[in-house]
């Protein structure tokens, strides 16, 4: 059974470019959720879809937006990237409590 | 607000026993999670506790104490391989599901000959 997928794997941006990064999650699973995390630091909760809806956000700016679609993979937009959006983006899928991350994105603002 | 606190490193020898603490204080509790995280992969999922005391799975055991927000993680045996980052997590949402996590900062553990 295939695992948590993103892409792209790596993406070099410049400063004011918009990204959209992708992520399907794991067969049966209905809920997405996206981590943002910087060199040195743990995860931090950006969003979570259920069921192709919004069930929580975390405190990023209104830069960042997402959407789940009906085969419950996910996107995840950064608008108007600064040099600190440089991070890895991760997504995780989960069934019930266990949470399974995906490799994640490694997005660099240049 | 939401806090998780854990040593940022630690050091041990291998074959040796380590134990990771973890201290939260967060506005709810729906479970604790423990992860590991190798530089540069994505973190891989080691235990869950939502109820009081210890679960053990192979050379790990985690334990949680709800009354004094506090938990560990104990590694046995100690290879060169669990040299990573591991990570404490709590679920404060109201209702099951490991997806609206509040990560500490991760405690870097390095495995010694």
């Known amino acids: 059974d295939a695992g948590v997928t993103q892409s792209p794997t790596h993406l070099i941006k410049t400063r004011g470019q918009h990204v959209t990064l992708r992520c399907s999650p794991i067969?049966?699973?209905?809920?997405v959720s996206w981590y943002q995390q910087v060199l040195g630091q743990g995860p931090q909760f950006i969003f979570q879809?259920?069921?192709?809806?919004?069930?929580g956000r975390g405190n990023f700016p209104d830069r960042f937006s997402a959407r789940q679609f009906p085969n419950y993979s996910s996107e995840l937009n950064v608008n108007a990237l600064l040099l600190g959006d440089s991070a890895l983006y991760l997504c995780?899928?989960?069934?019930?409590?266990?949470?399974?991350f995906g490799q994640g994105t490694r997005l660099t603002v240049v | 607000g939401q806090n998780i606190d854990q040593p940022t490193e630690m050091t041990a020898t291998e074959g040796a026993i380590v134990q990771i603490n973890c201290t939260y204080q967060?506005?709810?509790?729906?479970?604790l999670f423990w992860y590991q995280q190798h530089a540069g992969e994505a973190p891989t999922f080691l235990s869950y506790n939502v109820l009081d005391g210890l679960e053990e799975k192979g050379r790990f055991s985690s334990f949680l104490s709800r009354s004094k927000g506090y938990s560990y993680l104990l590694l046995k045996e100690l290879q060169m391989k669990d040299s990573a980052s591991y990570l404490c997590a709590v679920n404060p949402g109201i209702t099951g599901g490991g997806n609206k996590l509040t990560f500490g900062t991760g405690t870097q553990l390095k495995v010694e000959l």
């Open positions: 879809y259920y069921e192709k809806e919004e069930r």
């Open positions: 995780a899928s989960s069934l019930e409590a266990e949470a399974f």
């Open positions: 967060t506005s709810g509790f729906n479970g």
């Open positions: 067969s049966g699973h209905k809920s």
